[in-house]
C-alpha cells in the first residue's frame, strides 16, 4: 500500500514549542495544560494537544507506532490519534496516575462526547507499541510490549470517520508537568484487523 507517514505529508494540531522530527524519530516535549477532552463526567472541554497528523482516504489500513515516554504527573500521555475535529476524534495512550501504577486506555469521542476505557498496569512500563487498524468508519486499537505480540484494547465507530481522515501521533500533560515523548517505528501496513466471517 503506498502510505506513509513521512515529514513531508505530516500537519501540526497545535503546534508545541518544543519537538525535534528527524527521519527515524519524533520527540514532542510537552506543556502543561495541554489535553484532548470533551464534555463527558468532567464538564469542561480541552481541545489544545499537540498532534502530528497526515491525511488519508485509504480505508482499510493499519497504522503502528512505538511510544517511549518519562510521565511522572497524573494523566501525561503519549499515543495515536485520530483527530477529525475537536468533537470526533479517538486516541490511545497509557495516562500516568502514580507511582504504583498508570491507565492504558483510549478515549472515543463522537459528537462532542468524551468516553475513557482503561485498564491499569504497573507504572514501571516506560515503553508501549501501538496499532491503530481501519476498516472505513470502523477502528480497532491494539496495544503491545513488544511490538510482536499485539492485543485489542477496543473496537469503535467513528461518526466522521467514514471518508479522508487525519490519523498521527499526540503527546499531552494535563496538569502542571512537561516529560518528552518518543515516537520511532511509525509505519502503515496492510490491514492487520482482519474481517469478521
Not at 91 to 100: G, H, M, P, Q
Not at 170 to 180: D, I, K, L, Q, V
Request: glycine content about 4%.
Amino acid at each position: 500500500m503506498d502510505v506513509t507517514f513521512q515529514r513531508d505529508h505530516l500537519f501540526w494540531v497545535h503546534e508545541p514549542k518544543e519537538y525535534t522530527i528527524t527521519d527515524g524519530e519524533i520527540v514532542i516535549k510537552t506543556e502543561a495544560g495541554t489535553d484532548f477532552w470533551q464534555r463527558t463526567y468532567y464538564g469542561f472541554q480541552n481541545n489544545n494537544a499537540p498532534a502530528l497528523l497526515m491525511k488519508t482516504n485509504e480505508k482499510y489500513f493499519s497504522f503502528l507506532v512505538k511510544t517511549e515516554f518519562d510521565s511522572k504527573q497524573r494523566f501525561d500521555q503519549c499515543g495515536v490519534i485520530i483527530y477529525q475535529n475537536s468533537d470526533n476524534w479517538i486516541k490511545a495512550s497509557i495516562e500516568y496516575e502514580n507511582e504504583e501504577y498508570q491507565r492504558l486506555g483510549s478515549v472515543v469521542t463522537n459528537l462532542g462526547y468524551s468516553d475513557w476505557a482503561t485498564t491499569d498496569i504497573s507504572a514501571t512500563k516506560k515503553l508501549m507499541y501501538y496499532r491503530l487498524s481501519r476498516r472505513e468508519s470502523d477502528y480497532c486499537i491494539e496495544n503491545s510490549y513488544d511490538g510482536i505480540h499485539y492485543k485489542q484494547m477496543r473496537i469503535a465507530h467513528l461518526f466522521e470517520g467514514a471518508d479522508n481522515i487525519q490519523i498521527g501521533i499526540y503527546a499531552c500533560s494535563p496538569e502542571e508537568s512537561s516529560f518528552n515523548a518518543i515516537f520511532t517505528e511509525m509505519k502503515f501496513t496492510e490491514c492487520q484487523w482482519k474481517d469478521h466471517k
